[in-house]
């Protein structure tokens, strides 16, 4: 009998089809990158001093967060939820109306902006207690994050041309960033909740 | 019809393997850019909290990483399910050790990036913040001072 020829398979397109799992494989995969909030700790400070060093800060010019244990927060006074929390910041670092309550304005040389009027001595504080869990604390951080990030835009869109923060040159950024420092202070933590559960035992 | 029918080759003809090479290659790279490598054997549950104005870690050498957590369940039997801290493969025993450990990972890193050191927090969600409040004193103590707390995107703000 006659013996039936196999044909050679066509393995030409076989790097055409790898390639393209390849591609697919590479846009899907979420290559595992760290991304969080960064921030600088205080320099550590000599038990003995630390009455000294007690910096005094005029009210107006100071923002107390205080997050307490059952993640409840309290701004000046006033309670609070977070999704307000924002616009609060926002109000409190740029002091658009110039309002007595908020923090004194300096004039200031920046490149690019001329001289403006800034609020150059405003500080956050932000206090927690021991008992508020992290979820709450990282996202009163990142709404005051979001807070400098928001009119950093706002004053870049307005002075660079409709450009935002990100897209700006590194020395327009700096500029930027010396209009709206960033000025959240972390207090020297406090234990109240874990004494009032003392407390209750 | 029957010109188009050749003559010979009747024998059967060897499926080509020469882009067989090239697939091994590729799937060789793929799996290279996507593994990450196992930092440490996690002894803690780590559930990141969300956030959405994060910024990236760009230099993964300069960072050296802190988990807090409370235990693993196969591991709370021995230490109890109180959120701990892991420093590299154990648990941090002693109040100081946080310290001493960041200490000894800086002196490991090149003299020129030791400035430039980033300590990574990651921290579960539901953790209290009286221990992070610890770990953070202790990072102020030993001049660790540039830290990242280490979340997940969240797509929508409030």
């Known amino acids: 009998m006659k013996k039936r020829e196999i044909q050679e398979i066509n393995a030409s397109s076989m790097a055409d089809i790898s390639f393209l799992l390849l591609i697919f494989f590479l846009v899907t995969t979420s290559m595992a990158t760290d991304k969080g909030l960064f921030r600088t700790l205080p320099p550590p400070i000599d038990p003995k001093e630390q009455k000294k060093t007690e910096i005094e800060v005029n009210t107006r010019n100071l923002m107390k967060i205080l997050v307490n244990s059952n993640d409840k927060l309290m701004v000046n006074g006033e309670v609070m939820d977070v999704s307000r929390l924002k616009e609060k910041a926002k109000e409190f670092i740029a002091n658009p109306a110039n309002n007595p309550d908020l923090p004194e304005k300096e004039t200031v040389n920046i490149p690019f902006f001329g001289s403006p009027k800034i609020t150059t001595k405003h500080v956050i504080s932000l206090q927690n207690d021991r008992g508020t869990s992290y979820q709450a604390y990282i996202a009163v951080q990142n709404e005051l994050v979001a807070a400098y990030n928001e009119l950093r835009d706002e004053i870049s869109a307005k002075q660079f041309d409709g450009r935002k923060y990100a897209q700006l040159t590194e020395e327009e950024q700096d500029a930027v960033k010396k209009y709206y420092p960033l000025k959240i202070s972390e207090a020297e933590p406090k234990d109240y909740g874990s004494k009032a559960v003392g407390g209750a035992q | ?158």
């Open chain 2, 1 to 158: 019809m029957a010109k188009f029918r050749k003559e010979g080759g009747k024998k059967l003809p060897a499926i080509s393997t020469a882009s067989l090479p090239d697939i091994i290659f590729m799937l060789l790279f793929f799996f290279m850019t996507t593994t990450t490598m196992k930092e440490n054997t996690m002894l803690v549950d780590v559930k990141l909290p969300e956030a959405t104005e994060l910024t990236k870690l760009e230099q993964k050498s300069l960072a050296k990483y802190i988990y807090i957590g409370s235990p693993k369940r196969e591991l709370q039997k021995l230490n109890g399910s109180e959120a701990r801290v892991q420093l590299d493969d154990a648990f941090a025993k002693k109040a100081g050790d946080v310290g001493v450990h960041i200490a000894k990972k800086r002196d490991a890193m090149p003299e020129a990036d030791q400035a430039s050191m980033i300590v990574s927090l990651k921290v579960d969600k539901d953790t209290k913040m009286g221990i992070v409040t610890d770990v953070k004193q202790e990072l102020r103590k030993a001049y660790a001072r540039k830290i990242y707390y280490t979340a997940n995107e969240r797509s929508n703000s409030y």
